[in-house]
């Protein structure tokens, strides 16, 4: 029974609306009998919802506005003011309808982002191909995706290619070629083509749930202001009880009483901070951008100095070995083949690349070297049959005693002035061979960076283990205020620190592992990374999903953009209260008019935060023409 | 220990946060709630030896907010 009610409010309040313009009417047609009752029964059925809640609410003694309303409507009835009634009834419900639809709307974004999440999925069992329901498919799982299709799980393409639309986990709808051993997202739609993978992580493993589980959090995070504006309605509330029993002591008239105590209703208040931040939030998770929670919105919004990794987050992080020289009785090919034996090892994304380059050659390498130690950060050291090699960075070749000949030294400097890494290999204490390894600058850090700059930005800094030659290539390039090369990771921690220290407020940008300390040191961590890795998403206040430093301007011009609206939303509830409180005082605000301005002022809050959902829309759709263009 | 998450109907007025938190926190066994007001969901931690998920969904229900899940 009372669920029911609950079901058809939306036509109570339609026939409320009705008996209101009836009543109006017949005010018109001077018929005063029709009118009263028109007035009554309004006030009877949209009453009911109200009054079944304030009930509710007082069986479980707790708190709710239902029951100040209720109280107003019992109020006006005894004083005769069957308009008032009529009309505070129905604007509650209408108003609370109106609100559902608006705040449907700012929760739009997440909604849609659900809706994007694979039903069922296409698997081979038992030597056939059978549907089953999402939650069915397991780790291991051989998985078909045909054109059209939402990839069900994560995993590895094992054959097929297919053009990819990944727009769900990265933001990004310009589609993607996807082929032998490239990893695929739940939630992504195969635009054309044909694929199996097998699956690596399914159900609220994957990275398409992780990322729904964190908007879902992150929508509830409350900011500070929000947190503020909690702890005055905690002490409002009842402050307007009390002041309203005054108004009534000292005016002797209940009439004010009650309308004060209905006006005062802290309703844009409450919701002004809040919806702010679920429009903004719901921005950045359509732009492939996640933020976590208002905390961090309104931290990001005050951040002044920029702390860049190099490697995989200015540049493309994708380096090649762009040449090989050779020093000693050792041939190219023989260096390449033992360096890279070395390299399978290890974890480093320069030993993958000499790794990849053998394999491109089409080497074999399959003798396992023994005897690996990793010297973090400098190279490594493994025995590969009889011969010992040092491989890694000059410090490394230093450290085990290694001789470097000047016309050595000359040349790996030379190499890095043009903006490469120069890896020393050794063999047995002599240098054998240098490894030139290249990354390039992301196309769009340039335009990123004076956004941002313009945006409010005073200090871009850059961290690199990386070479200084290289480093300062690239600091040039990008118009860096400073740059520190050669860091180990725990450097990058103090760097942070240290700018915290005097005072800066520090967002750190980073990829990967490594990064990791020095994001969860700083005031915001930002971690890069396509599909984004477990590790960066964990500890990452703000984690970009397509792996694209415009994404970094829009976010920090968004949490500028959600903390100015918040703020607006703010004031103007505060100034409503106080204006229609006021008023009231006054005498020139009634019940009906005062609820009617009540409302309107949630719904504005409402509106103006739904004005964040488009928030930069035209720059990000531009954009998006011309990379279609350009494919 | 166990945490739970409700999916309700569409929330929409922030002040049933308050009267949920409230009044489920006055519960016995219930060690946390968190109403999630823009996914309408309930996270409630609790101790199963104390309270059941029926008679919290049974409290929330009574306040007027129908459990979906």
Request: proline share 2%.
């Amino acid at each position: 029974m009372l669920l029911k009610i609950n079901k058809f409010k939306n036509h109570i309040t339609a026939i409320a609306g009705f008996l209101l313009v009836l009543a109006l009417v017949t005010h018109f047609m001077d018929l005063t009998v029709l009118k009263q009752a028109a007035l009554l029964i309004t006030t009877v059925i949209a009453g009911i919802p109200i009054f079944i809640k304030a009930f509710q609410a007082l069986r479980m003694k707790v708190f709710s506005i239902e029951l100040l309303v209720a109280i107003a409507v019992i109020g006006a009835l005894f004083i005769g003011e069957y308009v008032e009634s009529a009309v505070v009834t129905f604007l509650f419900l209408f108003g609370d309808y109106l609100e559902a639809r608006t705040l449907q709307k700012t929760r739009s974004s997440l909604k849609e982002l659900i809706d994007m999440a694979p039903q069922e999925a296409v698997v081979w069992r038992g030597g056939e191909e059978v549907t089953v329901e999402i939650d069915k498919v397991e780790v291991g799982d051989h998985v078909i995706i045909r054109s059209g299709g939402k990839v069900p799980v994560d995993g590895s393409v094992i054959s097929g290619q297919a053009s990819l639309n990944e727009a769900a986990v990265t933001g990004e709808s310009v589609p993607k070629m996807k082929s032998k051993d490239d990893k695929v997202f739940s939630g992504t739609i195969v635009d054309s083509g044909y694929m199996e993978i097998i699956a690596e992580k399914v159900g609220d493993d994957t990275t398409f749930a992780k990322i729904i589980e964190l908007m879902e959090e992150a929508q509830d995070s409350k900011s500070k202001t929000e947190k503020f504006l909690d702890k005055f309605a905690n002490v409002y509330t009842p402050a307007v009880v009390i002041l309203s029993v005054l108004v009534y002591l000292i005016t002797r008239d209940l009439h004010i009483a009650i309308t004060f105590l209905v006006v005062a209703c802290p309703g844009a208040l409450v919701i002004g901070a809040p919806v702010s931040n679920v429009a903004g939030i719901g921005n950045g998770a359509k732009n492939g951008v996640l933020v976590k929670g208002g905390e961090v919105m309104d931290k990001f919004s005050k951040v002044d100095t920029i702390v860049f990794d190099k490697t995989g987050t200015l540049t493309k992080g994708k380096p090649e070995v762009t040449d090989i020289k050779v020093f000693g009785e050792y041939e190219e090919e023989d260096v390449l083949r033992l360096v890279a034996q070395a390299e399978t090892v290890s974890e480093h994304h320069l030993g993958r690349t000499i790794v990849k380059k053998a394999n491109e050659k089409g080497m074999e390498l399959s003798i396992k070297p023994t005897n690996v130690e990793v010297m973090k950060g400098n190279g490594i050291h493994v025995t590969i049959g009889v011969n010992h090699l040092s491989i890694g960075n000059k410090k490394l070749m230093d450290a085990d005693g290694i001789h470097i000949k000047d016309e050595v030294s000359a040349y790996a400097i030379e190499r890095e002035k043009l903006g490469n890494t120069a890896i020393f290999a050794a063999i047995d204490g002599k240098i054998v061979g240098i490894f030139s390894i290249a990354d390039q600058i992301r196309e769009d850090a340039v335009e990123a960076l004076t956004r941002m700059r313009k945006n409010g930005i005073k200090k871009m800094i850059m961290l690199t283990g990386d070479n200084k030659h290289t480093a300062e290539l690239v600091a040039k390039k990008l118009g860096l205020d400073e740059f520190h090369a050669e860091l180990l990771p725990e450097n990058k921690v103090e760097w942070v620190k240290k700018l915290k220290e005097e005072g800066h407020v520090v967002a750190m940008a980073g990829d990967g592992i490594n990064d990791a300390p020095a994001i969860a040191t700083a005031d915001i961590g930002l971690a890069m990374g396509e599909g984004g890795t477990d590790v960066s998403m964990e500890t990452a206040d703000v984690v970009l999903m397509a792996d694209k430093l415009m994404q970094f301007s829009h976010a920090y011009s968004l949490s500028k953009a959600t903390i100015r609206n918040m703020k607006q939303n703010t004031f103007f509830a505060v100034g409503t209260v106080f204006v229609l409180l006021a008023g009231v005082l006054a005498g020139s605000v009634h019940l009906a008019s005062g609820m009617f301005i009540h409302e309107a002022s949630v719904l504005l809050v409402i509106l103006n935060a739904m004005r964040l959902i488009r928030f930069n829309h035209r720059n990000i759709e531009r954009e998006r023409q011309v990379q279609v263009a350009e494919v | 220990m166990k945490t739970i998450k409700l999916q309700l109907e569409p929330l929409t007025c922030p002040s049933c946060i308050k009267k949920i938190e409230t009044r489920l926190g006055k519960m016995n066994g219930v060690e946390e709630v968190k109403v999630m007001f823009n996914s309408s969901k309930v996270k409630a931690t609790f101790n199963e030896e104390s309270v059941k998920v029926e008679e919290i969904k049974e409290t929330i229900e009574k306040l007027g907010y129908p459990a979906l899940n």
